[in-house]
């Protein structure tokens, strides 16, 4: 039986350790190179994470930006339209047209829209109009608005005051003898105008009576709730 020589031995085994050794430098490259790639990932998505979140609050932040725009906007646009509605009321009540340019278009407005006319079948304007049976006797009604089932009779002041309610409340008394067309339909009194002091809404109120001035945007009926929460 021969038996190897141990130097034999010996170097099989250095050889042996050796391709191990190598094999193992190998494998801790490759380990290190996979972290490096894995760390190169990370800081590559971290980066990415990053530019979207700057992004992001970019984007938020020019988007508060516009919202404040937006608002200052619409801001300016507010106190304009009142600016340019208060000035155009001015110039109604000088020139003595607040009937032709506010108080009409907006009767006819609401007759539709708050009144519920399915249509307007007659529409006048600073109305001259003879009493039936005693043709001495002459009135014009500022403005007339009438509807299959309703009339509105409308009048505007410059500067109201209590007289003038009392006034129109007669005038509305009256109606009906100098448009014996319209009786049997409900009659409807607009007292309006740029503004009107609130002791002579509250009289207006009690009398029944529609009163219409200038809201934010356009004329409105600023006791309709009190007049139609009543029955």
Not at 28 to 55: I, P, Q, T, V, Y
Not at 163 to 169: Q, S
Request: glycine share 8%; charged share 35%; net charge negative.
């Amino acid at each position: 039986m021969s038996y190897e020589s141990v130097e034999t031995r010996v170097d099989r085994l250095e050889a042996v350790l050796g391709q191990f050794l190598t094999q193992l430098a190998l494998s801790e490259k490759r380990a290190e190179e996979r972290n490096r790639l894995a760390e190169e990932r990370n800081r590559a998505a971290e980066e990415r994470s990053r530019l979207a979140e700057e992004r992001m609050a970019r984007f938020e932040r020019e988007m508060r930006e516009f919202k404040d725009e937006m608002r200052e906007f619409k801001e300016q646009m507010v106190k304009d339209r009142k600016e340019l509605n208060k000035k155009w009321g001015e110039l109604a009540n000088k020139m003595g047209t607040i009937v032709e340019d506010i108080l009409a278009p907006n009767l006819r407005r609401l007759a539709v829209e708050h009144f519920g006319f399915p249509v307007v079948e007659h529409f006048m304007i600073r109305c001259q109009r003879r009493r039936p049976g005693d043709l001495s006797v002459e009135k014009e009604f500022d403005t007339i608005v009438a509807g299959p089932g309703a009339v509105i009779l409308g009048e505007a002041k410059s500067s109201p005051t209590l007289e003038h309610a009392i006034e129109f409340a007669g005038k509305g008394g009256e109606f009906f003898d100098y448009f014996p067309e319209y009786k049997g339909r409900r009659l409807i009194l607009v007292f309006g105008s740029w503004a009107i002091p609130e002791a002579v809404v509250r009289q207006l109120t009690g009398l029944g009576i529609y009163a219409m001035q200038m809201g934010d945007e356009t004329m409105e009926l600023v006791n309709a709730a009190e007049l139609e929460g009543r029955g």
